[in-house]
């Protein structure tokens, strides 16, 4: 099942196949979960990928392969996220400035948005030094929670699933200018939280 490409698996599911939905399942679950977060939250997130599974199983016919299967399964969840927020999820324009750490030097991130300067290295084996990881990763949730919905949204889809850009625009109906901003300004705050606990071991 494993070795099966996008068409294979998708005719699979459209004979009803149980395994192969399982394996779908298996496959993309983590992916649509971590986008449902990004856009609305961990509070809402495990119903609008129960809702995507839903609108998935009634529209895999219209799967037409000019996406991969996995961005046709984000772009589901997106828009079944988006949807779940048109009510109240407030316009982002270029200039937003929500956070703390919106004036940090830009002169700290290249031209491709990686830092200048990496921040020291946390990986240890040590309890002392793990114990110190797990409170770091607290402190960078906590940076997270922090940020506007769309810097949130723009940094999770990029750094953490890897997703192009171009397509978190399409996703989150935004524009590439817009993204730009909205992603060099998260990266601001979470550059500025590792820089203080790096000097104070605290948030």
Known sequence: MKELDDEALVA???KGDQPAFRHLVYRYQGAMRAVAVAIVGSSLADEVVQDSWLAVVRHLHSFAGRS???TWLITVTANTAKTRLK???RQ???DDRSGPHGSVDADRFLADGHWRDAPASWH???PEELLCEQQLAECLEHTLASLSELQRSVLVLRERQ???????CNLLDISLSNARVLLHRA???VFATLEHYEVTGEC
């Open 12 to 14: 699979l599911l459209l």
């Open 68 to 70: 991969t299967l996995k």
């Open 87 to 89: 009510q109240q999820r």
């Open 92 to 94: 982002v324009q270029l």
């Open 124 to 126: 240890s084996d040590s």
């Open 162 to 168: 890897g997703i192009e850009l171009a397509d978190i």
């Open 187 to 189: 990266r601001l705050s």
